[in-house]
């Protein structure tokens, strides 16, 4: 398992010019000054709006990437989900289980995907999903 550090460590060696702010014991990872919209994030604990990952089991975290809808898609299209917000909350995913990649089970109809406690050698297919993540960040920098 990597550890947090390592983690947040990893991304921003490996994507520049990221830029990471901590609040509350989460991380967001933003590309250069950008302010809005974090290109990945990393939840420690629940709180009131998401804790169907039970984060406070101890020693928890999840990773989450913001993809696009087409790597979405591909991954996991087949899984029925409701519109919205939550939509994905009734599929019968367990979004408890550790190093296996699932829609966010908030976020995941706006295309964002997450793993907790990844595994060292999950990370490489995890930096591919970060760096289409990143790109998009970096064209939206690129457009304003």
Same mark, same amino acid.
């Given at each position: 398992m990597m550890e947090l550090t390592e983690l947040i460590d990893t991304i921003t060696a490996d994507f520049e010019k990221t830029r990471v702010q901590e609040k509350d014991g989460d991380y967001f990872f933003f590309y250069a000054a950008e302010e809005k919209f974090p290109f990945a994030t990393i939840v420690t604990s629940d709180n009131e709006y998401d804790h169907?990952? @039970?984060?406070? /089991?101890?020693?928890?975290? %999840? $990773? &989450?990437?913001?993809?696009?809808k087409s790597t979405f898609a591909a991954m996991f299209g087949s899984?029925?989900?409701?519109?919205?917000?939550?939509?994905?909350?009734?599929?019968?995913?367990?979004?408890?289980?550790?190093?296996?990649?699932?829609?966010?089970?908030?976020y995941g109809s706006m295309y964002w995907i997450s793993i907790? @406690?990844?595994? /060292?050698?999950?990370?490489? %297919? $995890? &930096?591919?999903?970060?760096?289409?993540s990143y790109k998009k960040a970096v064209g939206r920098q690129r457009d304003v």
């Open positions: 169907v990952s @039970n984060l406070n /089991r101890g020693g928890l975290f %999840r $990773l &989450n990437i913001g993809i696009d899984i029925a989900a409701k519109a919205g917000i939550g939509g994905y909350l009734d599929s019968g995913i367990d979004f408890t289980e550790k190093n296996k990649l699932f829609p966010h089970p908030v907790i @406690n990844p595994e /060292r050698e999950t990370y490489t %297919r $995890l &930096n591919a999903l970060l760096s289409l």
